[in-house]
Structure formats: C-alpha cells, structure tokens
C-alpha cells in the first residue's frame, strides 16, 4: 500500500517550470513526504523531503499543503534530462524502508 | 567518493539454480536495504540491515530468498532453487544513519537477474 496517489504521466517543454502532484490524505502527523526519480535505466536517486514546511533544494521545490493532504513537486525549468519516474513516498518517523507506488513517469520535450 | 556498487551487474541462471547477489554500501553506511525492481515497476522493498543486524525481512516472497551482512559492511541476498518468476533488477541502498525518513537512500545500479 504506497498510501500515496499520483498521475501517471506528465509531459513538460524544455525550460519551462513543472509541478508534479501527490495526493496522500490519509497522512499521519509524523509522516515525512519523500520525493525519489529514476532516470532511464538507472537506480532511484533522492530528490527532495518535507513535513510541513516548504522546501527547497538546488534540485527543486516541494510546496506541502497547509493540511498535508497533497503535496507538489516543482522543478522550476526543466530539463531534458529531468525525464524520469518521480516517486512521491510517504514514509512514517523512524520507517526505514521505502515503498514505492507507480510514479508520475515526465516528458519533457525540446 | 564511491557511490553503492552490486555485482554481478548481470547474471543469467538455469531454473533450480542457487544464485548469490552482492551489494557493497557508501563506506560508513550504517542501513542497507535491498529491493527487487520488475519491468515498468516502481522497486519494491525486500529487506534491511542497521549494521549487521536484519531489521525487517517482511518484504522477503518466500524462505528461498535470504540475505546476511555478517561485519556491517557488504551484504549478500541469496536466492536458492532459483524460479523464473525471480527475474527481475535487485537494487541495494544504503544510508548513512538509522531512520530513511529524515536521511536519503543511495541506491546502486542493480544486477539484473534473468531465469532461464
């Protein structure tokens, strides 16, 4: 039970921003949102993590919602190599395995 | 640095045989974790390690998969009597501290298992 909800498929054009949805209303108060890619023929590679407030990196942006039922994604200009599986996981205080649903496989296009 | 290396990265079995999958984690490394990958599939957890000590092998299908990591370091997944259903890519992550929630798992490039 991934215990989260994405699309399954987005596409994007080259340099222009994109938001990746995940819905996980059933989120206990001591869940951390974890966001994972895996780019074509390679392993997971992080990206991201919160738990209530915004967060960002130099790889991206993870906006929480005020009720932490859904979060999203934000890769502010994407690339063609920012095509990949993205995972949004949702992982209980002190859980130490990963469990991964389908992902939002994202195109993006020159 | 060195990042989480498996080998072999590729291994072809006959049905019936016993196989042994290697995964050596980013040096002082305390959790690693193994997971098994199908086609078009999302990695599904197997088993995990803090130090040598298995932690959770909840994920495990059945008693012909096991995995050890005797001195905290490299960890072996066995699979004995191998079936076709086995093919698939078993990744293995590692993090630096106890807890994936609030740390990040660096996953390897994976063996590609193939049943004949």
């Known amino acids: 039970d991934a215990k989260t909800t994405q699309p399954n498929s987005m596409e994007s054009n080259e340099e222009e921003p994109v938001h990746l949805p995940c819905n996980h209303s059933t989120i206990s108060g001591t869940d951390y949102i974890h966001w994972y890619r895996q780019l074509p023929s390679q392993g997971p590679e992080y990206v991201i993590h919160?738990?209530?407030s915004n967060v960002n990196n130099r790889m991206a942006s993870l906006a929480i919602a005020e009720d932490r039922k859904s979060s999203t994604l934000i890769l502010h200009r994407a690339t063609l190599r920012d095509a990949a599986v993205y995972y949004c996981?949702?992982?209980?205080?002190?859980?130490?395995?990963?469990?991964f649903g389908t992902g939002t496989r994202l195109q993006v296009f020159p | 640095g060195a990042g989480v290396s498996q080998s072999p990265r590729y291994k072809v079995t006959k049905r019936g045989q016993d196989v042994a999958l290697r995964c050596d984690p980013i040096?002082?490394?305390?959790?690693l974790y193994w997971y098994r990958q199908a086609l078009g599939q999302g990695p599904e957890f197997l088993t995990y390690f803090n130090y040598e000590a298995q932690q959770d092998k909840s994920g495990l299908p059945n008693d012909r998969f096991s995995a050890e990591r005797p001195e905290g370091s490299i960890s072996t997944l066995t699979i004995q009597r191998t079936e076709q259903r086995d093919s698939a890519m078993y990744r293995c992550?590692?993090?630096?501290?106890?807890?994936?929630?609030?740390?990040?798992?660096?996953f390897g490039p994976g063996t590609r298992l193939t049943v004949l």
């Open positions: 996981i949702r992982i209980s205080y002190n859980t130490d395995k990963l469990i």
């Open positions: 992550a590692s993090s630096l501290v106890v807890g994936t929630s609030t740390d990040t798992q660096y």
């Open positions: 040096s002082g490394h305390v959790s």
């Open positions: 919160g738990l209530t």
